[in-house]
């Protein structure tokens, strides 16, 4: 039933990788994070890719790793929340998998990232501001892209795991 890869997009704080990795056991596919294969490849964390290179080389890099994984295995991939920034980047994820919005609001996505020093976007003295700014300019990228829609709030991660896989069947079923 399922002949391509799945992706999840979505801010950061959404849950991709923690419901991606759920989603995948459910389905009983493979996982990848575009975060953590680029870290793996590159020997250096997020935070030092973006002081050194810059978002620009970043995104660059964010860019090589996803056209990879959509040449590999039928997969759940998680995404990193800039991801849709690249008009490439959304053809790739249009072209090449199932495409699933995990949306949720500022007050989860806060609650969420407030405990995670590894996001170099939201090092600034306002990271709420910092977040309404990222929503207001890739939500709607986000929309354009996805196959489906799910709103995490509130939910639990075994929740929501269980809402993206029937809506995401439903969809396919059509």
């Not at 995104?59 to 920034?85: F, K, M, N, P």
């Not at 300019?137 to 029937?166: F, M, N």
Request: hydrophobic share 40%; aromatic share 4%.
């Amino acid at each position: 039933m399922i002949n391509r890869s799945i992706f999840l997009v979505g801010p950061m704080g959404a849950g991709k990788s923690t419901i991606g990795k759920l989603l995948a056991a459910q389905l009983q596919l493979p996982f990848a994070d575009t975060d953590k294969v680029l870290e793996e490849r590159t020997g250096a964390d997020i935070p030092w890719i973006f002081d050194v290179e810059g978002e620009a080389g970043f995104r660059r890099r964010e860019s090589e790793v996803l056209e990879e994984l959509c040449q590999g295995v039928c997969q759940v991939i998680g995404t990193g929340g800039g991801i849709v920034l690249l008009e490439e980047n959304r053809r790739l994820l249009q072209k090449f998998g199932h495409v699933v919005y995990l949306q949720a609001g500022v007050e989860q996505l806060l609650e969420r990232t407030s405990k995670n020093s590894n996001r170099p976007l939201l090092r600034v003295p306002n990271p709420r501001a910092r977040i309404e700014e990222i929503l207001q300019e890739r939500a709607p990228l986000y929309r354009e892209v996805a196959d489906v829609i799910c709103d995490t709030d509130d939910l639990t991660p075994k929740q929501a795991s269980a809402l993206v896989a029937e809506r995401l069947l439903a969809s396919l079923s059509q």
